[in-house]
């Protein structure tokens, strides 16, 4: 079955960096677009960064730019988030999620369990 | 930015009610326009994609309708299984925008 699992969370100090990875299965990873998408603790949804299937294309939120990357593998199905220059704000519960199409972001039609980053001193 | 107004942020509606949830663009973003539903603890799930059109297995009590900017998400009854947060999204453009989202608690 299509399935996302995320990795890599945990707690880091504020000026660190952490990099999460997301493994795919159960559909041609290759093919589509993917998403990181963050929640805070009990707050709403906030998109971080989208990649077109091939890599060639990055966009990331304003808060995000510049310190955080988006990248991926097609060869081992991975998708991968390094985050550096990490701050408070960025506590939250990172989501690995899939695009129904590849090349543009279109709507969302899988996401993983999410994996937890805290940055605290 | 295009920015995503959701109203009500919360309502309490019994098993069986109509309920109707609207999310209001700062401009036009044509039907690029996606619904999710998050149940505590879990990922959200897409609910309707392009505005109106319903995701493969949601039931067809939820439906979506609206174009430009004013978007409305219906369920048609309201089930046991329905208490969540309801979220609308645009990708008419990057920064992708989510609503604040809709909390849909028992009365």
């Known amino acids: 079955q299509v399935q996302l699992v995320e990795s890599g969370g945990g707690v880091v100090q504020p000026g660190g960096s952490l990099r999460l990875s997301c493994a795919a299965s159960?559909?041609?990873?290759?093919?589509?677009?993917m998403y990181w998408v963050r929640q805070a603790p009990g707050k709403g949804l906030e998109w971080v960064t989208f990649?077109?299937?091939?890599?060639?294309?990055?966009y990331y939120a304003d808060s995000v730019k510049g310190r955080f990357t988006i990248s991926r593998d097609n060869s081992k199905n991975t998708l991968y988030l390094q985050m550096n220059s990490l701050r408070a704000e960025d506590t939250a519960l990172y989501y690995c999620?899939?695009?129904?199409?590849?090349?543009?972001?279109?709507?969302?039609?899988?996401w993983g369990q999410g994996t937890m980053v805290t940055v605290s001193s | 930015d295009i920015q995503m107004t959701q109203s009500p942020s919360s309502l309490f509606a019994s098993v069986g009610d109509r309920v109707t949830i609207t999310c209001r663009a700062t401009?036009?973003?044509?039907?690029?326009l996606n619904w999710y539903q998050q149940k505590p603890g879990k990922a959200p799930k897409l609910l309707i994609y392009?505005?109106?059109s319903l995701q493969s297995g949601v039931p067809s009590r939820f439906s979506g309708s609206g174009s430009g900017t004013d978007f409305t998400l219906t369920i048609s009854s309201l089930q046991p299984d329905d208490f969540a947060t309801y979220y609308c999204?645009?990708?008419?453009?990057?920064?992708?925008?989510f609503g604040g989202g809709t909390k849909v608690e028992i009365k």
């Open positions: 999620a899939k695009d129904f199409g590849g090349k543009a972001p279109v709507q969302i039609d899988i």
């Open positions: 159960g559909f041609t990873f290759s093919s589509y677009g």
């Open positions: 990649i077109r299937f091939d890599g060639s294309n990055k």
């Open positions: 401009q036009s973003i044509s039907s690029y």
């Open positions: 392009a505005a109106s």
């Open positions: 999204q645009q990708s008419y453009s990057t920064p992708l925008t």
